[in-house]
Each structure stands twice: as C-alpha cells, then as structure tokens.
T-cell receptor, first 123, second 111 residues
Framework: GAGVSQSPSNKVTEKGKDVELRCDPISGHTALYWYRQSLGQGLEFLIYFQGNSAPDKSGLPSDRFSAERTGGSVSTLTIQRTQQEDSAVYLC?????????????????????FGPGTRLLVL | KQEVTQIPAALSVPEGENLVLNCSFT??????LQWFRQDPGKGLTSLLL?????REQTSGRLNASLDKSSGRSTLYIAASQPGDSATYLC??????????FGKGTRLHILP
C-alpha cells in the first residue's frame, strides 16, 4: 500500500483480556518497528524486526507482550491479560533498511514511516 | 543510558517568524538522529534524518543540524506558517540499536 496501516484504529477491552494489534508496513520495507505512546509521555520503543526476526526484545514492557512478523510483511503485537497501564497509542513504523550500518541505505533507507496508530483503552 | 530532552516543551510564535527547536542527548555514540512531526490524533511524519557523520540536512523550509560531540540537534523552521502547528519529536538511534525519543515540543503558530 501507499503507507503504513494499522488495525484496529481503536480498541476498548476489559482488564485481563488479550488483544492483538496489526501492522501492515510499506511494501518492500524490510524493517518494522513498534512503539507506544502513553498519555503525556514520550514515545517508547518496544521492538524492531529485520525481516522476520527481532534481534532485541528487551524493550517489551513485560512477558505479557509478544510480537511476531511473518513473510517479512505483516506484524502483530499481542498483549495478554491486559492491564489498565497498557492503555496507550501503539504506533508501528517501517523503513526500507533497518539497523544495518554496513548497508548503503543512507538517510533515505533508514527513514521511518509511521502508521496512524492503534488507540488501546483497557477498562 | 541514553536520554533525549527537548526544550521548550511548548512554543507559540506569530506567523512568519523563524524559529528553532532544540534536542539534546546524553550519549554521543549514536547512529543517527531523526526529526518527526505529530499532528493531533495522527501518526508521526518523518521530517529529516541526519546520519552521525553528517552535520545538517535540509528540506524546504526546514533545516536540521547535528553536533554529536555536544549532544545537540536543532530544527530550524523558516517563515513559519499556521500549518506548521504540531508536536515536533526528535529521536536518536543509539549504538545499542535502541531508538530513544524526546517528549516533543508542542508548536503553535499564531495566525
């Protein structure tokens, strides 16, 4: 597609339920990133995929959070047993290249393009 | 631990003025720094990305500079317009492959 898309745009759930957030990156982009932005807070980096693999999962807030990417395209962020503090806007971004300093992507290759986000409210 | 700070948190200027937004970071070992704008209720739009080996990037009325040794970047907006009103975020990619964002500067251009 023309840009990064995310679904759903809004999600209201009850505490303790599982939720799944989806991200469709720009076609051809090899890198995909998940962030969250809590009310009044800055953006928090969660996880990064290069292709289908995530080299570093330490940014995920707890073991209730997991993410996967299949086929080098769509990614899902799953939050199990949601808590009220999980309420936030979850943003996804993609870039042509990822964290690969040796590649000749340059500024254009590493520029991240963001989706509109999923606004999650846990009651 | 890398920390990114943006000052001021909010700024209001009359239309037509030139302005500077500031971003500072504590660890100079970065791969790049990127400036974004965020409009209310919307996702982020990438404005400029500066590699660690570069000193500035320009796009239209925007100019971003990077002084890695002092841990500072500025975003210069020339001839501001009401459409420039948004929150501006800077983010650094650290050597440990983390991306750290500042909390942003909320800019309001007065018509």
């Amino acid at each position: 597609g023309a840009g990064v898309s995310q679904s759903p745009s809004n999600k209201v759930t009850e505490k303790g339920k599982d939720v799944e957030l989806r991200c469709d990156p720009i076609s051809g982009h090899t890198a995909l990133y998940w962030y969250r932005q809590s009310l009044g807070q800055g953006l928090e980096f969660l996880i990064y995929f290069q292709g289908n693999s995530a080299p570093d999962k330490s940014g995920l807030p707890s073991d209730r959070f997991s993410a996967e990417r299949t086929g080098g395209s769509v990614s899902t962020l799953t939050i199990q047993r949601t808590q009220q503090e999980d309420s936030a806007v979850y943003l996804c971004a993609s870039s042509f290249y990822g964290f690969s300093p040796g590649l000749a992507g340059g500024p254009r290759g590493e520029t991240q393009y963001f989706g509109p986000g999923t606004r999650l409210l846990v009651l | 631990k890398q920390e990114v700070t943006q000052i001021p948190a909010a700024l209001s200027v009359p239309e037509g003025e030139n302005l500077v937004l500031n971003c500072s970071f504590t660890d100079s070992a970065i791969y790049n720094l990127q400036w974004f704008r965020q409009d209310p209720g919307k996702g982020l739009t990438s404005l400029l990305l500066i590699q660690s080996s570069q000193r500035e990037q320009t796009s239209g009325r925007l100019n971003a500079s990077l002084d890695k040794s002092s841990g500072r970047s500025t975003l210069y907006i020339a001839a501001s317009q009401p459409g420039d009103s948004a929150t501006y975020l800077c983010a650094v990619r650290s050597r440990d492959d983390k991306i750290i964002f500042g909390k942003g500067t909320r800019l309001h251009i007065l018509p």
